[in-house]
């Protein structure tokens, strides 16, 4: 957006009206390419009565880029978005473009594309990315072939950033990366860990005197460190909420997923945030129905979320990706066996979210104001530090981008209810 405004176009909420359309894809699953196909199609319906230009970018795999470079008139990788002013110019758009694009077009540095300075949508959160691309090579995943290898940004870039979102009064922080606490391996020597950054912005938040929650997105188990954990419960605007994905509960099932971690390994992790971070809330992804899946394996899955207790886990069913390892074997678990273990781990989250959110009824807890909760009138939809979400009854839209102290009325599998702190609200 910043870079497409400083070519002189202005935002517009209507699609039919705009001169320039683009689209930011991710390959990681199917569904969200066949989007694009799709929106595509209608677009170029439209260029046959009225001038019109389209871009695709973000995170495509190789064989979609060579299919979209014959439906979109521009085609680039994100790390090539300075680019984007030159590439517009040459389809024969005239653009008064800003000498700091000029200046980064000319700039062969393959991360330039962080030097972009940020339009932030909200006054009150915002997304910093720290690293991009990955060298896991998951065999389920597509995002190396991408997005390339793991690339970390500047740490002196990242902790600039932060500090001027925190001056501008900035609640909600998220550090972004295919995997944050990778961050800093690829520059041995020369940057700083992830948990030694985590540190310099909890002293960052320290010293400022403000009142923000940090987060980051996504760690992988195999570079998390017992050391982020400690970083994180010695500041308290490290927010105590872990996304942590396992993917499987079964060692062979990682093992062929080439997650090189095992399922002890997890644990031992899970232990170490128990220990550390005792009111932290622990996020996860899991796969269902993965290239020769048995239901033992799947039963082992199961098992782990039980004993884990996950308040939230992001359950997606198995779909091969072009280009990843795993393309190349059978996908020969049937579509209805992964929609009933995808539904048989469900049931097992809401009943271990639904026992942790009712430990929590009658107790206080600290919330961040979104919005209006746009399902019942009067109400306030908020999050806990741990991101669980709260609606607050018969609450006053002057405190949405605040915080506030509820009390906790009740409970549902996924969700809390409660009520201002000294509300006398029946």
Not at 283 to 295: A, H, L, N, Q, R
Not at 357 to 370: A, I, L, P, T, W
């Amino acid at each position: 957006r910043s870079v497409i405004e400083g070519m002189g176009y202005e935002l517009t909420a209507v699609e039919e009206e705009a001169d320039l359309i683009g689209v930011v894809a991710c390959s990681v699953r199917q569904k969200a390419i066949d989007k694009v196909y799709n929106k595509v199609q209608k677009w170029n319906r439209w260029k046959a009565k009225r001038p019109l230009l389209t871009f695709v970018s973000g995170c495509i795999l190789p064989a979609d880029e060579i299919k979209f470079l014959k439906l979109f008139d521009l085609v680039f990788r994100m790390n090539e978005l300075p680019e984007l002013p030159a590439l517009v110019r040459q389809c024969g758009v005239s653009t008064s473009i800003p000498s700091v694009l000029s200046d980064l077009e000319r700039n062969d540095e393959r991360t330039d594309f962080w030097q972009v300075e940020p339009t932030y949508t909200s006054p009150y959160e915002a997304f910093v990315p720290i690293q991009n691309g990955c060298n896991k090579f998951c065999t389920y995943c597509a995002v190396p072939y991408t997005r390339g290898r793991e690339v970390s940004r500047a740490s002196g870039d990242i902790l600039s950033e932060v500090r001027k979102l925190i001056e501008k009064g900035v609640r909600l922080i998220t550090l972004l990366g295919q995997n944050v606490n990778s961050y800093g391996l690829d520059k041995k020597g020369e940057e700083c860990s992830f948990a030694e950054l985590l540190q310099k912005i909890g002293e960052l938040g320290k010293a400022s005197g403000q009142d923000f929650w940090l987060y980051f997105t996504s760690p992988h188990p195999r570079d998390m460190t017992r050391e982020v954990i400690e970083v994180v419960s010695r500041y308290g605007c490290l927010a105590k909420q872990i996304h942590l994905p396992v993917q499987s509960g079964d060692d062979e099932v990682l093992r062929r997923m080439n997650r090189n971690y095992t399922v002890d390994r997890y644990k031992e992790i899970v232990a170490d945030i128990r220990e550390l971070l005792p009111t932290a809330t622990l996020f996860t992804d899991i796969i269902v129905g993965f290239s020769g899946e048995t239901d033992e394996q799947l039963d082992s899955s199961a098992k782990l979320m039980e004993e884990v207790g996950f308040n939230m886990a992001y359950i997606a069913k198995y779909s091969p990706r072009a280009g990843a390892k795993a393309a190349e074997w059978p996908d020969d678990v049937s579509p209805q066996k992964k929609s009933e273990r995808l539904a048989k781990l469900s049931t097992i989250l809401k009943r271990t979210s639904l026992a942790h959110n009712e430990q929590m009824v009658g107790k206080s807890c600290r919330v961040f104001v979104e919005r209006a909760d746009p399902r019942m009138e009067g109400a306030l939809a908020s999050r806990t530090e741990g991101r669980l979400p709260v609606r607050i009854l018969q609450a006053s839209e002057e405190l949405i981008g605040t915080f506030q102290d509820v009390e906790i009325v009740s409970a549902a599998e996924l969700s809390l209810t409660g009520r201002l702190q000294g509300s006398t609200l029946e």
